[in-house]
């Protein structure tokens, strides 16, 4: 019949639409792509080259790796800051989880005020919060000297310019993100599953065991997995905090290019980092899929 | 299998208010629920139903009031320690759980042992026709499935009293009915003391012993499905409860009342109200020949609107006084020929012992066309 020529134009000019369709989706995102192939892709590709010549000769060589391999110094600094990064996460797993559930068991009205307080030091300049903890946290800071009036200590504790201050300062910097990433999780949580488990018997604690917490580890691992990743690169925190006596990867990094002026060092050392760093976020994965952290259960 | 070890309740609500501020979604409730007996309430949205049964599984505190099952006072008992089973209309079944799983999590709960555990997991599983379905993931069923399981897990601990909570309205309406029909039967056989919330009065008609019709935080009346639906004790419950016309009337004598310029002869006694509605339920009028030596009022009209409604033709009469009422003509082949057209006259029957007189309570009776 004379009906089936315009029916197979018809199937052309709809795949040519949806084709269309999809290339402007695609120009849409180009902008995104161009930003990160020019400022991330290829600087890192500059970086890893860097890594790979030896200073001195100029040549293709694997010195600079031989070297993090070799000098217990370089294992000692990586082995401090993955604990430093693992003691933060658990200190800010800890106390965001019971801020996170508090505000999404509460009305609208309380929980926005919980999440206020929480944003508005995430808001602040790290350095400026870093400064300030500085300042409570010293020898005759206003930590110390409340805790000597009340009578709980007679000597002022050594809160700064050490691994406390550190801590301190960096728990302080990530728990927004815990908080934040739970409190989404906890929030799609249908709120007659909590109801469900206890009219069906179980004590409080046993709902919050067997139903909330098992329901909220997505949340609790993309908090975590936040938490820990952004702890390892952490630089001006420890610098101030730490007193120099923290030393932390991200300044092995800048004390290679400030001191010594080893730019091929310092990006071994970075890579060594990202290395880790990616390894980390796959051993995650297996553990609970990226595609439950970013939402989809 | 639950029979042997279960010990269902009464359910006593004494006097229960609940205040949300100015609003009362409960105002001073009374409640009496037999051991074995099926309740629904009933009612529109916003009419204390929901809160009522909240009250009951304990997620909502009373202002005032008490509550018992049994001999027990409950009114301040955590739900956890009430012994209920509760059915959400969103199944609540948990999601990181298998079918067994959950249905075992309230035995768990009471450390019943693993073996025994085990074995009434696969009674109550069988109890609503899903055995050997333990091992699938909760995702894996369908809506009529998971709702079975969410049953299951209610009965599996032997509670003293389940509560559903409009556990069909997110089903389609061929499983909703054959799944009416289910938990009727299971009720039976278990002899389970079931409190029902529904908004959908057919369900309630089909499924209970006894309904509750609720509005504005009270109960407007408490009866069972026939007394409900053929003594609706006023115009709301009258309007809720079955294809009714509400037409104002007045009273001219012991057991005459006037619509408009008619009069309509009555059976029944006239209710004591200032104001009155005569409540037309649309099967109760008859078109055509009848028995002439039964007491009928007669109702001349005009038909206005026919409408076709698959099992029947719903056809609208405007009677004298300008009012529409409606009936329902069953679509066989007979009804179909003698079908009354657009435009003409028609006479419609309604017979004297179903002319129902209701007393009009205030602002509320939008009678449904």
């Given at each position: 019949?004379?009906?089936?020529?315009?029916?197979?134009d018809?199937a052309?000019?709809?795949?040519?639409?949806e084709?269309?369709?999809?290339?402007?989706?695609?120009?849409?995102?180009?902008?995104?792509?161009?930003?990160?192939a020019?400022l991330?892709?290829?600087?890192?590709?500059?970086?890893?080259?860097?890594?790979l010549?030896d200073?001195?000769t100029?040549?293709?060589?694997?010195?600079?790796?031989?070297r993090?391999?070799?000098?217990?110094g370089y294992a000692?600094?990586?082995?401090r800051?993955f604990?430093?990064?693992a003691l933060?996460?658990?200190?800010?797993?800890?106390?965001?989880?019971?801020?996170?559930?508090?505000a999404?068991?509460s009305?609208q009205?309380?929980?926005m005020?919980?999440?206020?307080?929480?944003?508005i030091?995430?808001?602040?300049?790290?350095?400026?919060?870093?400064?300030?903890?500085?300042?409570?946290?010293?020898?005759?800071g206003l930590?110390?000297?409340?805790?000597?009036a009340?009578?709980?200590i007679?000597?002022?504790?050594?809160?700064?310019?050490?691994?406390?201050?550190?801590?301190?300062?960096?728990v302080?910097?990530?728990?927004p993100?815990?908080?934040?990433?739970?409190?989404?999780?906890l929030?799609?949580?249908?709120?007659?599953?909590?109801?469900a488990?206890?009219?069906?018997?179980?004590k409080?604690?046993?709902?919050?065991?067997?139903v909330?917490l098992?329901?909220s580890?997505?949340?609790?691992?993309?908090?975590?997995?936040?938490?820990?990743?952004?702890?390892?690169?952490?630089y001006i925190t420890p610098?101030?905090?730490?007193g120099g006596?923290?030393?932390?990867?991200?300044m092995l990094?800048q004390?290679n290019?400030?001191?010594?002026?080893?730019?091929?060092?310092?990006s071994?050392?970075?890579?060594?980092?990202?290395?880790?760093?990616?390894?980390?976020?796959w051993?995650?994965?297996?553990?609970?899929p990226i595609?439950r952290?970013?939402?989809?259960k | 299998m639950?029979?042997?070890?279960?010990?269902?309740?009464?359910?006593?609500?004494?006097?229960?208010?609940?205040?949300?501020?100015?609003?009362?979604?409960?105002d001073?409730?009374?409640?009496e629920?037999k051991?074995?007996?099926?309740?629904?309430?009933l009612?529109?949205?916003?009419?204390?139903?929901?809160?009522l049964?909240?009250?009951?599984s304990?997620?909502t505190?009373l202002?005032?009031?008490?509550?018992?099952?049994?001999?027990r006072?409950v009114?301040?008992?955590?739900?956890?320690?009430?012994?209920?089973?509760v059915?959400?209309?969103?199944?609540?079944?948990f999601?990181?759980?298998?079918?067994?799983?959950?249905v075992?999590?309230?035995?768990?709960?009471?450390?019943?042992?693993?073996?025994?555990?085990?074995?009434?997991v696969?009674?109550a599983?069988?109890?609503v026709e899903?055995?050997?379905?333990?091992?699938?993931?909760?995702a894996?069923?369908s809506?009529?499935?998971?709702?079975?399981?969410?049953?299951?897990r209610?009965?599996?601990?032997?509670?003293?009293?389940?509560?559903?909570?409009?556990?069909?309205?997110a089903?389609?309406?061929?499983?909703?009915?054959?799944?009416?029909?289910?938990i009727?039967?299971?009720?039976?056989?278990?002899?389970?003391?079931?409190?029902?919330?529904?908004?959908?009065?057919?369900e309630?008609?089909?499924?209970?012993?006894?309904?509750?019709?609720?509005?504005?935080?009270?109960?407007?009346?408490?009866?069972?499905?026939c007394q409900?639906?053929?003594f609706?004790?006023n115009d709301f419950?009258?309007?809720?409860?079955?294809?009714t016309?509400?037409?104002p009337?007045?009273?001219q004598?012991?057991?005459?009342v006037?619509l408009?310029e008619a009069?309509l002869?009555?059976?029944?006694?006239?209710?004591?109200?200032?104001?009155?509605?005569?409540?037309?339920?649309?099967?109760?009028l008859?078109?055509?020949?009848?028995?002439?030596n039964?007491?009928?009022?007669?109702?001349?009209?005009?038909?206005?609107?026919?409408?076709?409604q698959?099992?029947?033709?719903?056809?609208?009469v405007?009677?004298?006084?300008?009012?529409?009422?409606?009936?329902?003509?069953?679509c066989h082949?007979?009804?179909?020929?003698?079908?009354?057209?657009v435009?003409?006259?028609?006479?419609?029957?309604?017979h004297?012992?179903?002319?129902?007189?209701v007393?009009?309570?205030?602002n509320?009776?939008?009678?449904e066309?």
């Amino acid at each position: 019949m004379s009906a089936s020529a315009p029916f197979a134009d018809n199937a052309k000019a709809l795949r040519a639409m949806e084709r269309r369709e999809r290339l402007a989706l695609l120009a849409l995102t180009l902008p995104a792509l161009a930003v990160v192939a020019l400022l991330l892709v290829a600087p890192l590709c500059h970086l890893f080259w860097q890594s790979l010549v030896d200073a001195k000769t100029g040549e293709f060589s694997l010195i600079n790796y031989a070297r993090i391999m070799q000098d217990p110094g370089y294992a000692l600094t990586f082995g401090r800051t993955f604990l430093t990064a693992a003691l933060v996460t658990l200190i800010c797993v800890t106390l965001g989880y019971p801020i996170a559930f508090l505000a999404a068991i509460s009305g609208q009205r309380s929980a926005m005020l919980i999440l206020a307080m929480v944003l508005i030091p995430f808001w602040t300049s790290v350095l400026v919060r870093t400064y300030a903890w500085l300042v409570l946290l010293q020898h005759s800071g206003l930590v110390n000297r409340g805790l000597q009036a009340i009578g709980l200590i007679d000597e002022p504790l050594a809160l700064v310019h050490n691994l406390t201050g550190t801590v301190i300062g960096m728990v302080h910097v990530m728990l927004p993100f815990v908080v934040l990433t739970l409190y989404g999780n906890l929030k799609q949580i249908p709120e007659d599953l909590g109801r469900a488990a206890s009219s069906l018997g179980a004590k409080p604690m046993r709902v919050f065991l067997q139903v909330i917490l098992p329901l909220s580890a997505p949340g609790l691992m993309a908090g975590a997995v936040f938490v820990f990743v952004l702890s390892l690169g952490f630089y001006i925190t420890p610098e101030l905090m730490g007193g120099g006596r923290t030393i932390m990867v991200a300044m092995l990094v800048q004390r290679n290019i400030d001191i010594y002026s080893e730019f091929g060092a310092a990006s071994a050392v970075a890579f060594v980092l990202l290395g880790l760093t990616l390894f980390i976020l796959w051993a995650a994965d297996r553990i609970v899929p990226i595609e439950r952290i970013l939402g989809e259960k | 299998m639950a029979a042997k070890h279960a010990s269902y309740e009464t359910v006593s609500v004494r006097s229960a208010t609940r205040n949300y501020d100015a609003v009362k979604a409960l105002d001073n409730v009374s409640l009496e629920v037999k051991v074995g007996e099926f309740v629904s309430l009933l009612g529109p949205s916003g009419s204390g139903k929901t809160t009522l049964l909240n009250v009951l599984s304990g997620f909502t505190r009373l202002t005032s009031g008490s509550v018992f099952f049994g001999e027990r006072n409950v009114t301040l008992l955590q739900p956890h320690l009430r012994n209920i089973g509760v059915v959400f209309q969103s199944y609540a079944l948990f999601p990181h759980m298998s079918v067994a799983q959950n249905v075992a999590f309230p035995l768990l709960a009471r450390g019943v042992s693993k073996t025994d555990c085990q074995k009434r997991v696969r009674e109550a599983l069988a109890l609503v026709e899903l055995a050997g379905y333990e091992d699938r993931g909760v995702a894996q069923m369908s809506g009529g499935q998971r709702q079975r399981v969410a049953l299951a897990r209610a009965i599996v601990f032997d509670p003293g009293l389940i509560l559903l909570d409009e556990p069909l309205s997110a089903l389609d309406k061929q499983l909703r009915e054959s799944m009416q029909i289910e938990i009727r039967r299971l009720h039976a056989r278990l002899g389970a003391t079931m409190i029902y919330v529904t908004h959908d009065q057919r369900e309630a008609l089909t499924m209970s012993d006894r309904i509750a019709v609720m509005r504005a935080g009270r109960i407007e009346q408490i009866a069972t499905p026939c007394q409900l639906h053929d003594f609706p004790a006023n115009d709301f419950v009258a309007s809720f409860v079955g294809e009714t016309t509400l037409l104002p009337v007045k009273r001219q004598s012991a057991k005459i009342v006037t619509l408009g310029e008619a009069a309509l002869h009555t059976a029944r006694e006239i209710p004591a109200a200032d104001r009155l509605a005569v409540a037309i339920q649309a099967e109760k009028l008859i078109y055509g020949p009848v028995n002439e030596n039964e007491a009928w009022n007669v109702l001349p009209g005009k038909v206005s609107e026919a409408i076709y409604q698959g099992e029947s033709f719903k056809i609208f009469v405007r009677i004298g006084g300008g009012q529409t009422v409606s009936l329902r003509i069953p679509c066989h082949h007979m009804g179909a020929r003698s079908l009354p057209q657009v435009g003409n006259d028609i006479t419609l029957r309604l017979h004297v012992e179903d002319t129902i007189i209701v007393p009009v309570l205030g602002n509320c009776g939008e009678a449904e066309a």
